[in-house]
């Protein structure tokens, strides 16, 4: 920003990696998680706080590269468990794959789509 736009009056800078981590990576860091006792949980966990502590050290960059301006950081909310996704990651891929295919992909009554032990 300061090469390019030397006369710039704002900058916006997105940071989208630490929701895009949070997903798949979540069950790492919450105990109460279903897939928490999994053998990746340990290695999700790190992997999680990596990506916050790049994203720390990019506002940390920030600040010294532009110690004159001010930094205004926002979050639209904290890290939690997702409860509000089921119909976007569950059931929308689950009617396109019918769609697409004549046939469910899903099977809530098979373990081979829901294990109910850790897989190996």
């Known amino acids: 920003m300061k090469e390019r736009l030397s006369d710039w009056d704002l900058g916006v800078v ?5 929701h895009s981590a949070i997903e798949p990576l979540w069950h790492g860091v919450d105990e109460n998680h279903p897939l928490h ?22 506002i940390g960059d920030f600040q010294r590269r532009f110690s004159d301006s001010m ?10 468990p ?3 996704d089921v119909p976007a ?3 929308l891929p689950e009617l396109l794959y019918r769609f697409a295919f004549g046939a469910p992909t899903c099977d809530p009554f098979s373990s081979t789509h829901y294990p109910t032990a850790p897989l190996s």
């Open 14 to 18: 997105i940071v989208g990696e630490c």
């Open 37 to 58: 006792a999994l053998a990746s949980a340990p290695y999700a966990a790190a992997g999680l706080r990596n990506v916050y502590t790049a994203i720390d050290n990019l």
């Open 82 to 84: 997702n409860e509000s």
């Open 89 to 91: 990651m569950a059931l």
């Open 71 to 80: 930094l205004v950081l926002v979050a639209m909310h904290g890290m939690g």
